[in-house]
């Protein structure tokens, strides 16, 4: 039996094109904490597909967000750690995560080599490699904000981190036990996100309030069936084409 709960509202934004200005996102943030929303997720990319043509790099703008808001969760969604340099993101993190006063979420993942991001850039692109390089880099990451570097990070015991996998694979399933929390993408409704819920459980994942079981919803969609199912956070996204006035109307509706 699912214990249903009222899981917490996010806006889940690429900051793509019309998005690629970190002082509109900056702005946008705020408009959403007054609003209500409790929290405020960027995509993390260097390139994307066509028809993206800006992109914006979503660490400077979680920090033009993070002095722009109080209360809102932040974070980016998702980093591929095999493309980053491990000891570089444990500085950005901590900082950020000083700058925000604690509200950082870290969400990690594999990465996609869908988008032109990896292979033109000489990134490992075998999917086996990086989930290799992305356990690899969680240790050290958390080893570095355990105390070899100083400031250590102002949330404790660390940094929460979600990890993200994509339906129906259960191996990133597995992996997000050891962890804070579990994004899993294009899942195909709550029915799927409960049967995660049970598997997660049979893992040995905390209970709620203690693991994030993460969803995202199109605008407008009911946040019972998935909240029964388990979620935690409901995060209302846009997709890769985001409209600043679809966006903005989202923002002034609230997460009711």
Known sequence: ????VSAKRGLFVAPFDELADPRTLAKLAGEAEAHGW???FLWDHVNYRAPTRAVADPWVALSAIAVATETLRIGPLVTPLSRRRVQKLARETVTLDLLSGGR?????GLGSDRNGELEPFGEVTDPVER??????GLETLTDLWGGRFEPVPL????????VAGRWPKRRPLRRAARWDGFFPIDLPGPEALAEFAAELRDEGAGPAGNFDLVAETPTGDDPRP??????TWLLTDFGPTPRLDEIRAAVEAGPA
């Open 131 to 136: 989930a290799r390089l992305l356990d690899e």
């Open 1 to 4: 039996m699912v214990i249903s």
């Open 226 to 231: 998935w909240e029964e199912a388990g979620a």
């Open 155 to 162: 949330q404790q015991p660390r940094i929460p981190v979600w």
């Open 38 to 40: 409790d929290g405020f």
């Open 104 to 108: 950082l979420t870290l969400g990690v």
